[in-house]
């Protein structure tokens, strides 16, 4: 009888697991179409409602509150982050949220050690799967943390390298990962073991990602957020569970995937990213650079420009959507509308800090969908284009990225925007970008710079267009 | 039941592949902040410990306590956030149908 019900309640849980496995593909596969993604997302939400209340339905649950206490406190934590999140702030937020997945399986695999006397008469190929998961839950933890840091600007975005010792620290710490991987496998039980693979992969993870540069952390967060779903999969084998298993394997397999879409769409090679340095060979570049001569511009100017241009190109980097100026340009962009001027926005792949953020922030100020163009199908349109608005964007339209091999941005794809007639530039100061390259745009002959704050710099640009509009012809 | 799992492992990865292959970079970020809060799964391991009571110690159950939160945070946040991205792109024309047509020149 007894045996009967917990068989029963066994088979409604695993079929609760398939339905909730289903969802979360299901709602995945909506996530890739902008129409569907709304629902997709909260299809693969229900999913997982689906797997907790499978997992909680056991004929005699023990430690509810224990639960209901874990619960409550990552909902204190975790919902009003997420409701009060700035679309800008949008990259760090996902790589905390990644991190802490990573480190719920590091704990889970410890607590695993720890109530098998140190996996004690635990078969080996369950074993094998839980020291899997262990280290890189502590990596994608650790990583995940410093990739905020750095984007949160709590740490320096530059490159941080402990110099030469760097790689044979890495591979020391990742051997001692193995080593003691090993030593629990072949039956060695000391706790000491599993807490020094656990710190030596936290070291590891904290030391990878250093070196990395603020420009190619959408790519780290990305394949930090992959190998997360690779360990909750691996867990899930550990636990016997086959929610886990998929669908931790799904993010682990798509995640690899949108990891090398958004590396290419950089023109990155991810061993290229992983190996370090971005932006950390500007001095050994010298460039047309910071001694060429600075054009600078009124706001009166540049409305005069504007208005009698035919067609502006604008090119919106991180800068403008950091001052919060996306709404003050689409005050601006409304007049040059009304006033027959044609109006696009350029959106390189990454402009912002991660591949399609850009087109989330001026979603968020109600520009038309139809004005923006991406970058191949905006480049041949320069050459016509009277003038070419930067805000708040560099890196992305840096033509050494075209013509110098000696910069590190040779290779990555970029906006054509030297090839416009003229050039306005909105900028802070005339500081390097996020990768710490100097831009020869801002110093090209065509080119006016506005200095100022961006929402400040377009709110008079738009108070002397209205003047120039209003005045009688 | 090792083998079944490591089968079933196996072909959710290429699932995972399959559903992935084409995205626009429009949707690179909900995509990985929803693929982000899929992993939190690992909520559930967590729980399947505490449940079943397979954790014993003062130490094991602190660890597992923040384990649920962490995995709380990773999935509530996650949706959360997914969700107010993708309601940007929601918001759609029927304001600018108007806007091309006004071309009488100024």
Known sequence: ?473 | MFLTNLAVLVLAGFVGYAVISKVPTTLHTPLMSGTNAIHGIVIVGAMLLLVTDAAHGVLSKILLVVAVAFGTINVVGGFLVTDRMLEMFKAKPSAEATRPDDDEGS
């Open chain 1, 1 to 473: 009888m007894i045996v009967g019900t917990a068989l029963t309640g066994a088979t409604t849980r695993e079929l609760l697991y398939i339905v909730s496995f289903s969802l979360f593909i299901y709602g995945l596969s909506g996530l890739t179409g902008p129409k569907t993604a709304v629902r997709g997302n909260r299809i693969a939400a229900a999913g997982m409602a689906v797997a907790i209340i499978a997992t909680l339905l056991q004929p005699d649950p023990s430690n509810m509150w224990l639960i209901a206490l874990g619960v409550a406190i990552g909902v204190a934590l975790g919902v009003p982050a997420a409701r009060r999140v700035k679309m800008t702030q949008m990259p760090q937020m996902v790589a905390i949220f990644n991190g802490v997945g990573g480190g719920a399986v590091a704990l889970i695999s410890w607590v695993e050690f720890r109530s098998t006397d140190g996996f004690a008469a635990v078969s080996t190929h369950i074993v094998v799967f839980s020291l899997f998961a262990a280290p890189i839950g502590m990596i994608s933890f650790w990583g995940s943390t410093i990739a905020f840091a750095k984007l949160q600007d709590l740490l320096p975005g530059r490159p941080l390298t402990i110099g030469r010792l760097q790689t044979p620290l890495n591979a020391a710490l990742a051997a001692a990962v193995v080593a003691c991987a090993v030593a629990i496998v072949a039956g060695a039980h000391s706790e000491a073991l599993i807490v020094a693979l656990l710190i030596a992969s936290a070291v590891l993870g904290v030391l990878v990602v250093l070196p990395i540069g603020g420009a190619d952390m959408p790519v780290v967060i990305s394949s930090l957020n992959a190998l997360t779903g690779l360990a909750a999969a691996a867990t899930g084998v550990a636990l016997d569970n086959t929610s886990l298993i998929v669908a931790g394997m799904i993010v682990g397999a798509s995640g690899t995937i949108l990891t090398r879409q958004m590396a290419a769409a950089m023109n990155r090679s991810i061993t290229s990213i992983i190996a370090g340095g971005f932006g950390g060979t500007s001095e050994s570049a010298p460039m047309t650079g910071p001694g060429g001569i600075v054009h600078s511009a009124s706001p009166a100017d540049v409305a005069i420009q504007l208005a009698y241009a035919r067609q502006v190109v604008i090119v919106p980097g991180f800068g403008m959507a950091a001052s919060q100026a996306q709404y003050a340009m689409r005050e601006m962009t409304k007049l040059l509308d009304a006033n027959d001027v044609q109006v696009k926005y350029a959106i390189h792949p990454v402009a912002g800090r991660m591949p399609g953020h850009m087109n989330v922030l001026l979603a968020e100020a109600e520009v038309p969908y139809e004005q923006l163009v991406e970058m191949n199908d905006i480049n041949p349109e320069f050459p016509r284009t009277d003038v070419a608005l930067l805000i708040g964007a560099n890196d992305v339209v840096n033509p050494d990225a075209r013509s110098n091999p000696q910069s590190p941005l040779y290779g990555m794809p970029i906006l054509d925007i030297d090839k416009a007639q003229s050039i306005i530039v909105l900028k802070r100061s005339m500081r390097p970008g996020y990768a710490g390259v100097d831009n020869p745009v801002f110093t090209d002959p065509k080119t006016s710079m506005l200095f100022g704050d961006a929402r400040e710099s377009l709110d008079s640009v738009t108070q002397a267009l209205k003047e120039l509009v209003t005045a009688p012809a």
